[in-house]
């Protein structure tokens, strides 16, 4: 992965629109009745007060115009929402096999409608150290857990992104890489409150380019953990490969977790950029999650 220093578009601080007025706005709307059905649908899920700190939001602009998707393009991020228009995302199933004794294939508007969806703003940060302050609309991992009711040998989860060629520009552009894009959690990181399946963010549907239609958020790790249009969730025994650890083991384990004193080999994790200001700040134990999560480590994960 290549560390880009300032792209030619980050603006000034003074050229972002604050949070305030993005909430205002649609507020604003919904009162007015200016937002339809499918607006006031997609504002159902309340932010869950326990993350709600919109300080440092990141415009939406920039959650969707900077993206790692590299299905949809494997070097430029900022062309990633360009490359959508062949990927299909409805209707949309996955599949949940492996150690469970209920497996099952879900259909993912059945599945958004029975979980309790909410808002979370979370901050993430990406291990090439450029970071964001989002607001994702989801639910947690545990409850699909518990409803397929997971073995007592099942140990951990591997994730698969869906595998279209025809679709996904990206593939063909470079296709030396390990498709399909795949990650891993072990359970008890899966069972974390914080660890969330995503399908909305800013209040909407979630952009092709930021995983549609389903992804995981794990807030405490490095982005890449956070794999996007999931087709498949197998439990596992063994810790299962990921497509980061294939490619350079030496640089991406499997645990990934945002540890400010643990440098990359080629450059230092101790500081983080705001994306789109440039803005620097230290980078946070866990992401600024330990309090949620240091009691599942010992410090040695890598
Ligand atoms: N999932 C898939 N399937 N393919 C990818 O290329 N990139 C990962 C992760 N999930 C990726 C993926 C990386 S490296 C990061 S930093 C985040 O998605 C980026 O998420 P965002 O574009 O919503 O910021």
Same mark, same amino acid.
């Given at each position: 992965?290549?560390?880009?220093?300032r792209?030619?578009?980050?603006l000034?601080?003074?050229?972002?629109?604050?949070?305030?007025?993005?909430?205002?706005?649609?507020?604003?709307?919904?009162?007015?009745?200016?937002l339809?059905?499918?607006?006031?649908?997609?504002?159902?899920?309340?932010?869950?007060?326990?993350?709600?700190?919109?300080?440092?939001?990141?415009?939406?602009?920039?959650?969707?115009?900077?993206?790692?998707f590299?299905?949809?393009?494997?070097?430029d991020?900022?062309?990633?929402?360009?490359l959508?228009?062949?990927?299909?995302?409805?209707?949309?199933? =996955?599949?949940?096999?492996?150690l469970?004794?209920?497996?099952?294939k879900?259909?993912l508007?059945?599945?958004?409608?029975?979980?309790?969806?909410?808002e979370?703003? *979370?901050?993430?940060?990406?291990?090439?150290?450029?970071?964001?302050?989002?607001?994702w609309?989801?639910?947690?991992?545990?409850?699909?857990?518990?409803?397929?009711e997971?073995?007592p040998?099942?140990?951990?989860l591997?994730?698969v992104?869906?595998?279209?060629?025809?679709?996904?520009?990206?593939?063909k552009?470079a296709?030396?890489?390990?498709?399909?894009?795949h990650?891993?959690?072990?359970?008890?990181?899966?069972?974390?409150?914080?660890?969330?399946?995503?399908?909305?963010?800013?209040?909407k549907?979630l952009?092709?380019?930021?995983?549609?239609?389903l992804?995981?958020?794990?807030?405490?790790? *490095?982005?890449?953990?956070?794999?996007?249009?999931?087709v498949?969730?197998? =439990?596992?025994?063994?810790?299962?490969?990921?497509?980061?650890?294939?490619?350079?083991?030496?640089?991406?384990?499997?645990?990934?977790?945002v540890?400010?004193?643990k440098?990359?080999?080629?450059?230092?994790?101790?500081?983080?950029r705001l994306?789109?200001?440039?803005?620097?700040?230290?980078?946070?134990?866990?992401n600024?999650y330990?309090?949620?999560?240091?009691?599942?480590?010992?410090?040695?994960?890598?």
């Amino acid at each position: 992965m290549l560390i880009r220093t300032r792209p030619g578009w980050e603006l000034p601080e003074s050229a972002v629109t604050p949070e305030k007025f993005y909430l205002n706005r649609r507020q604003l709307l919904a009162a007015a009745g200016f937002l339809g059905v499918e607006g006031l649908m997609a504002d159902t899920a309340k932010r869950n007060p326990e993350f709600a700190d919109a300080t440092k939001l990141t415009p939406e602009f920039a959650a969707t115009g900077y993206n790692n998707f590299y299905e949809l393009h494997p070097t430029d991020k900022e062309k990633a929402k360009d490359l959508g228009d062949k990927f299909i995302t409805e209707p949309w199933s =996955f599949e949940v096999s492996g150690l469970v004794n209920k497996p099952k294939k879900y259909d993912l508007d059945d599945i958004r409608k029975r979980m309790p969806m909410e808002e979370r703003i *979370y901050r993430f940060r990406c291990v090439e150290t450029w970071a964001m302050v989002v607001p994702w609309t989801g639910f947690p991992i545990s409850q699909l857990i518990k409803e397929v009711e997971p073995k007592p040998n099942a140990k951990y989860l591997r994730f698969v992104t869906a595998n279209r060629p025809d679709q996904f520009p990206g593939m063909k552009m470079a296709p030396f890489y390990p498709w399909p894009y795949h990650e891993g959690l072990r359970m008890d990181e899966a069972m974390n409150p914080l660890a969330m399946f995503v399908t909305g963010i800013y209040g909407k549907p979630l952009p092709k380019q930021n995983g549609a239609p389903l992804r995981v958020v794990t807030p405490w790790k *490095y982005g890449y953990k956070s794999i996007k249009a999931i087709v498949k969730i197998e =439990f596992t025994e063994k810790e299962p490969p990921t497509f980061w650890n294939k490619l350079q083991s030496s640089e991406y384990g499997f645990y990934s977790n945002v540890e400010p004193g643990k440098p990359h080999p080629r450059w230092s994790q101790a500081n983080e950029r705001l994306i789109p200001t440039g803005e620097r700040q230290k980078t946070l134990q866990y992401n600024g999650y330990e309090k949620y999560v240091a009691g599942m480590y010992n410090g040695k994960e890598f």
